[in-house]
């Protein structure tokens, strides 16, 4: 059984940077996909970014290409989001989510983090 826990969010004002992690537990295949994804209030779950754990490939939403990283940690099982200029439009919940295969697309997720809460001031 797969896990994945997220941390790493908070307060951060306009401009700033934060770094979450997601520690994935239970995965025994390298044909897997890590992901995030981010939901603000009312509005739909959305796609940011995903990492292929087996070839190291990634793929961004374009609201976020150039200012947001996906990474990953071969030895901690963990992937990291580190997200710069930051504003007020990225906050929202942040997901990790997991699937498995190879290439970097989370059209389809077998699994789910928590969520951790980003918040941007102005």
């Known amino acids: 059984q797969v896990q994945l826990v997220e941390s790493g969010g908070g307060l951060v004002q306009a401009g700033g940077s934060l770094r979450l992690s997601c520690a994935a537990s239970?995965?025994?295949?390298?044909?897997?996909?890590m992901g995030w994804f981010r939901q603000a209030p009312g509005k739909e779950r959305e796609f940011v970014a995903a990492i292929s754990w087996s070839t190291g490939s990634t793929n961004y939403a374009d609201f976020v290409k150039g200012r947001f990283t996906i990474s990953k940690d071969n030895a901690g099982n963990r992937v990291y989001l580190q997200m710069t200029s930051l504003n007020v439009e990225d906050t929202a919940v942040y997901y990790c989510?997991?699937?498995?295969?190879?290439?970097?697309?989370?059209?389809?997720?077998?699994?789910w983090g928590q969520g951790t809460q980003v918040t941007v001031s102005s």
């Open positions: 989510a997991g699937r498995e295969g190879f290439v970097a697309s989370m059209g389809r997720v077998d699994h």
């Open positions: 239970g995965r025994t295949s390298s044909r897997y996909v």
